[in-house]
């Protein structure tokens, strides 16, 4: 043992913050501050344990993980989850007495555990069944009554609780309180009758509820949508990246018998930490869904009918062939892979279309990636956090936990300048709140006060920028971007984008050109220029702020031709629809909002007769006589890497199954932002704001049963003396009227709303509240009348 | 059901000023709430929970875990004899079911009058008073079935309300510490200078 000490001295004596210690008789150095069961991960002495997780604060409670340390009278029993190393520490995880020790734990753990294994949703997959197994005593001298509890008793719309298999690790209460900030669920009682437990009819109503079960030990907590749905021997794994927003959380996608049944979080250490939010994590219902499209349509006189591929794609060829040059347009694309995108790229320069873009009008121009870019950890590490962005908690969920967590910990500011409170709010450090359209003199006064200048010279400043409002134009956002970025020293920017592959598929060749962008193309489209709509995956009746003018568009546009998993609102008006293979069912690779390149992975067999968005403009290429030279997945890769700046060498790294790989982004020319004074206030006393929430209408969500309830319903929300001032009652109907259009809907009182505004969730089930929104107004004002 | 009234509101308020965070003034308000109602109601956890800064369900957890807060309704005068070692041998036993013959319930149930609340109890550290009991929280000791009989009297007839108020007050009392001499709501590491009472000792 002298001779491995005398090894790793200079290594420790190099570095202040390490120490050596040995683990088992073995030489190891770890990090100052680490807890004992991290090193011995590290040196594959597995050490038992239920209530620690790397990701959380330790707790020791399960007293699972004890271990042996060499101490002044002699070897010490001590948990191994809370016992910093140290230098010359002697740890030994395989004594007679630790094994004892470790024993014991497991049969009092069980002495009250049900073992109903054999109608367990965990079983095969169990921390508690497997180291009962590993380092149990592998019997009980336990044989009085067990406690007993009511069977699975629901605490959310998601999860489900069974208080007889909990062994109160304090895991799920932890990350509740802890990592979600929604400490909704804790331990009630004490002593022999402790269990977790909601307040009495008040759910477990978070948005990240089931990660409390994938952390479960145990199965005492589990979800809804998988119970009882399979084993985990059964189930096929494949990781693979989340693509619902654009934070591109790493998960394993497991199904069995070619149908999706759950998602877990991987680990990603830049991204997501292992967490998932419910949307993401429970989505997978959609694609399972019985609505999805299985063949291609055609419309004929009587509606849309079912066609084989190769009649509508014939037809598909024939229309493009027809249309007048310059008179077709593609919307969307963000939904897909980089690699779709790259293929109806390439078919659009074919086919010389001008009019292309990935986003709906409700986003920020593709110019935001021309500022220098943050990463997550960038922002993480920052001292300084500035948020001009929508409700991360409710666009960007686990963007959301990483921030809070890092504001939790004091490791960074954050200056917030919002419409009015977000999840983050609570956690900021100056909230400044400004009217719709006043971002720039906000900013400009925000940037000028001597308390922030002087923290903002404190290091490094991450600027997170999104289009926060839908109610206004972005450009209003853009400027106040520009203004930050020009004024403060040392800041990058990490954009906020909405579908999961904006980054991608803007980057890819689907970026607007010569600012025809998604509304330029609508109004086109409205004035009767386009020949051929082409919508890549893209919903406008649903997803442009302004409904009137997606309505012109669709209406006005001589030939749509949609290519989609679902029949969509705006599907519905086409006149071919191919149906697309969705997430889980094909391969490729997406790009996140930093910037990486992760992989998508296939796990079951395309819906029906769907498949991948390349292949359809491959094969239109072919058709037209354009032949894009690539027949497979790989092709694609090959000439991405080849061809598009920041892509190089990407498609080929193993890194991109990990971590992901970020691309390199040129710098692009610089914006021509031109500020323009928002109009005074007239008559319309209240400024709009219009932004998502988790849960919508969006077809992923509403078409995965577990999720489709959960959305709140549309609605206008204001602040609790304005409603007074309405002369409304919570809950009762008022009609919200801007310049010619109005639309009735409940109102309620929150004070999260600026006095002034008036907040409206977008895509809700209801009344739209985008009749009143026009994608030429800077802002949007309204009168609301009470009319019950 | 009923959340904490006006006057108690602002009492609420200036003993959470006493705290350096909020939420350390959680249990002192818990048990204003239970001396408003004689239990702790759902309403009253949740307007905790406002006033302090902390969601229902930590209220829940916190309040769940201390045995002496209720969450049902019990009666006016909770009766706890102990049964513990030194009282279980000098007849706490029989004591228990005499007041269960006399009040007509079970141990654990409260009279359909709401007068009484009978309860089983662990030690009151009054082992040499054998045996003994509480009522809201007030000893009686070394009782016979006979003075059993008489304390059910004279509290049936409002006799001893001087000496024991009605379940939930913790003192006839109330506290009052002036603004001045708070410690304030300062977070802990903003605190720069000896907290006041500290200074006041080395004053002496």
Known sequence: ?788 | MSRLTDAHVTLAKEIIGRYPRPKSALVPLLHLAQEQDGYITRDAMVHIGQLVGVTSAEVYGTATFYEMFKFEPVGKYVVNICGTMSCALMGSEELMHHAEKRLGIKAGGTTADGMFTLEHAECQAACTEAPCLQVNYRYRYRLTPADLDQLIDDLSSERLTHEIPPHGTVAKVRQHIPPHLGVGAVEPELVTESPVWLDSKAAL
């Open chain 1, 1 to 788: 043992m002298s001779t491995t000490e005398s090894n790793i001295e200079p290594a420790s004596q190099l570095d202040p913050n390490v120490v050596s210690m040995t683990i088992n008789g073995k030489a190891v150095l770890a990090r100052k501050g680490e807890w004992i069961i991290a090193a011995a991960d590290r040196t594959e002495d597995f050490i038992p344990r239920f209530c620690y997780h790397p990701r959380m604060e330790s707790v020791g409670v399960c007293r699972q993980c004890l271990v042996e340390v060499e101490g002044p009278r002699g070897p010490m029993m001590v948990v191994s989850c809370m016992t910093p190393v140290a230098q010359g520490q002697v740890v030994r995880t395989d004594t007679d007495i630790v094994k004892r020790a470790q024993e014991g734990m497991i049969e009092l753990l069980l002495a009250n555990h049900p073992l109903d294994c054999p109608v367990c949703d965990k079983g095969g997959e169990c921390p508690l069944q497997d180291q009962a197994f590993s380092h149990g005593p592998g019997e009980s001298r336990y044989i009085e009554e067990k406690r007993h509890y009511e069977k699975p008793i629901p605490i959310s719309g998601l999860v489900f609780l069974d208080r007889e298999r909990c062994i109160l690790c304090d895991r799920c209460t932890r990350f509740a309180d802890e990592v979600a900030g929604d400490p909704l669920i804790t331990f009630i009682h004490r002593g022999n009758n402790t269990q977790v437990m909601t307040f009495p009819d008040e759910p477990f109503a978070s948005y990240f509820s089931g990660n409390t079960v994938q952390i479960c030990p145990v199965g005492a907590l589990t979800a809804e949508p998988y119970r009882f749905k399979a084993r985990p021997w059964d189930l096929q794994q494949q990781e693979s990246t989340c693509t619902t927003c654009s934070v591109g959380c790493r998960t394993v996608v497991q199904s069995s018998r070619n149908e999706i049944l759950r998602y877990q979080g991987v680990d990603s250490d830049p991204v997501n930490w292992g967490w998932l939010c419910d949307r993401g994590r429970f989505n997978f219902q959609s694609t399972n869904s019985q609505n999805r499209l299985a063949t291609p349509l055609i419309k004929s006189d009587d509606g849309l009918k079912p066609a084989s591929w190769t009649a509508a794609l014939d037809e598909t060829a024939r229309a493009l062939r027809h249309a007048q040059p310059g008179s077709i347009a593609i919307l969307g694309g963000a939904r897909g892979t980089n690699e779709d995108a790259w293929a109806w790229a390439q078919l659009a320069d074919v086919l010389g279309v001008e009019m292309r873009d990935a986003q709906l009008d409700d986003g920020l121009p593709a110019e935001i990636f021309g500022y220098p870019g943050a990463t997550i950890d960038d922002a993480c590490s920052a001292a300084t956090v500035i948020l001009l962005a929508p409700d991360l908690k409710e666009e960007l969920p686990v963007l959301y936990l990483r921030l809070r967590g890092a504001a939790e910990k004091k490791k960074i500011r954050i200056i917030e300048i919002a419409t009015h409170d977000s999840g983050l709010t609570r956690y900021a450090w100056k909230s400044i709140m400004h009217e719709p359209g006043n971002q720039v003199q906000t900013v400009q006064d925000v940037l000028s006060a001597p308390e922030i200048k002087e923290q903002l010279g404190r290091g490094r400043v991450v600027l997170v920028a999104g289009r926060s409002n839908l109610a206004e134009l972005a450009h209003n956002t853009m400027a106040a971007v520009d203004s930050i970025v020009t004024t403060v020293a040392q800041v990058s920017v990490l954009p906020v984008l909405r579908r999961g592959n904006v980054r991608g598929a803007l980057s890819l060749g689907l970026a607007p050109r010569a600012s025809n962008d998604a509304a330029a193309i609508l109004e086109a489209a409205a004035n009767g220029k386009i020949d051929c709509l082409i919508l890549l995956g893209a919903d406008p009746l649903s997803d442009v702020p302004d409904a009137d003018l997606a309505r012109r568009g669709v209406a006005g546009a001589r030939f749509i031709i949609a290519i989609d998993t679902f029949l969509t609102n705006s599907s519905a008006h086409a006149d071919i629809v191919l149906p697309a293979a969705a997430y889980g069912e094909k391969d490729g690779t997406t790009t996140n909002l930093e910037g990486r390149v992760t992989d998508v992975v296939q796990s079951i067999t395309p819906h029906a007769t769907s498949r991948p968005d390349w292949m359809m403009a491959a094969e239109l290429a072919t058709l037209l006589g354009n032949d894009l030279g690539i027949l497979t997945l790989q092709d694609i890769q090959a000439r991405i890497s080849q061809t598009v700046v920041g892509f190089d060498g990407l498609s080929v790294s193993v890194a991109v199954r990990k971590n992901g790989v970020l691309i390199s982004v040129p710098p692009v020319s610089p914006l021509q932002v031109h500020h323009e004074a928002v109009t005074k206030r007239n008559s319309y006393e209240y400024r709009l704001v219009v932004a998502r929430k988790l849960y919508d209408e969006a077809v992923a969500t509403a078409m995965s049963q577990s999720l489709s309830a959960l959305a709140t319903g549309a609605g206008v929300y204001v602040h609790p003396l304005d409603l007074e001032r309405i002369g409304a009652k919570d809950g009762s109907s008022v009609r919200i009227s801007s310049t010619g259009r109005s639309v009735v809907l409940p109102v309620y009182a929150s004070m999260s709303v600026t006095r002034g505004t008036a907040f409206a969730p977008f895509n809700q089930k209801g009344v739209d509240i985008r009749e009143l929104l026009q994608a030429t107004d800077g802002v949007t004002d309204v009168q609301i009348a009470n009319i019950s």
